[in-house]
């Protein structure tokens, strides 16, 4: 009977470990835009790494949309005016991680650059909170539509 009482409890515990385990995982892996810790993170490191190009105040470099004499385009803003709603947090992600050059065509001038290896995937993730907690309601439902992870 004891023996039984001794599985019991490690089968409760493993069960639950496994639950802890699988909640901290996709706690890890959200991108909150209302989560106000995440959102203050993301504020500084968009600071310290983005705002260079993509502006302080989210608002991109001018004539955004017509290229530099070398090809490339002005980084583009991250406020409702851009196109950054556009995307999908996942995509979002992938490009920031990896860089542009990556997911556009062979002859796609960039210099967006890839962060893999500056910064974690947690503060790629508060840097997209960050700039999703500076939407509007609508832009963010809109955004929300595309699809969340």
Not at 4 to 25: K, N, Q, T
Not at 42 to 64: K, S
């Amino acid at each position: 009977m004891r023996r039984r009482s001794f599985a019991a409890v490690i089968a409760l515990l493993a069960a639950a470990s496994a639950v802890g385990g699988m909640w901290a995982w996709r706690q890890g892996r959200s991108i909150d835009p209302d989560n106000p810790d995440q959102v203050a993170r993301g504020a500084l490191l968009y600071a310290a790494h983005c705002a260079q190009c993509h502006g302080v105040r989210l608002e991109g470099e001018p004539n955004w949309q017509t290229r530099k004499p070398s090809g490339e385009l002005p980084a583009p803003p991250h406020d409702p005016s851009g196109h950054t709603w556009h995307h999908t947090d996942e995509q979002l992600f992938a490009i920031t991680k990896h860089g542009m050059a990556r997911y556009a065509p062979p002859d796609y001038k960039t210099a967006m650059p890839a962060f893999v290896g500056k910064l974690s995937d947690s503060d790629i993730r508060a840097v997209i909170a960050y700039i999703e907690s500076t939407w509007p309601e609508g832009i963010r439902r809109r955004q929300r539509s595309l699809g969340r992870n």
